[in-house]
């Protein structure tokens, strides 16, 4: 399993970025893909989840509203983007395979549900 993740960056509060995530070394249609973020000193913590059945989205409270998944299946890619950013945006960002193909009990705090973490791409929100 390869999870290429790109887009991060730094942008000033209110600004959007688009995360990309490329996959690799497993069928993309049979498990659910994710989005994680880690800020320092803290928890991972789930921040949006697209399911392989539907495409149907999940998100967490602190991010719904201002962040869309979507995946695009002939490219093997899933994108989150990301508008009115602010500083609690701030954090290393990761995609993720689940271990079902559905968003079912995915939340902030599901990491047991994580097949595979990609490397990450670091997301700085400041004036």
């Known amino acids: 399993v390869q999870l290429q993740a790109s887009g991060g960056g730094s942008v000033q509060p209110g600004g959007s970025l688009r995360l990309s995530c490329a996959a690799s070394?497993?069928?993309?249609?049979?498990?659910?893909l994710a989005w994680f973020r880690q800020a320092p000193g803290k928890e991972r913590e789930g921040v949006s989840c697209?399911?392989?059945?539907?495409?149907?989205?999940f998100y967490s409270d602190s991010v719904k509203g201002r962040f869309t998944g979507s995946r695009d299946i002939a490219e093997n890619t899933v994108y989150l983007q990301m508008n009115s950013l602010e500083p609690a945006d701030t954090a290393r960002y990761y995609c993720?395979?689940?271990?079902?193909?559905?968003?079912?009990?995915?939340?902030?705090?599901?990491?047991?549900?994580?097949?595979?973490y990609g490397q990450g791409t670091l997301v700085t929100v400041s004036s």
């Open positions: 697209i399911s392989s059945s539907d495409s149907s989205t």
């Open positions: 070394g497993f069928t993309f249609e049979d498990y659910a």
């Open positions: 993720a395979t689940l271990l079902q193909p559905t968003c079912v009990n995915f939340g902030k705090w599901t990491d047991w549900l994580v097949r595979s």
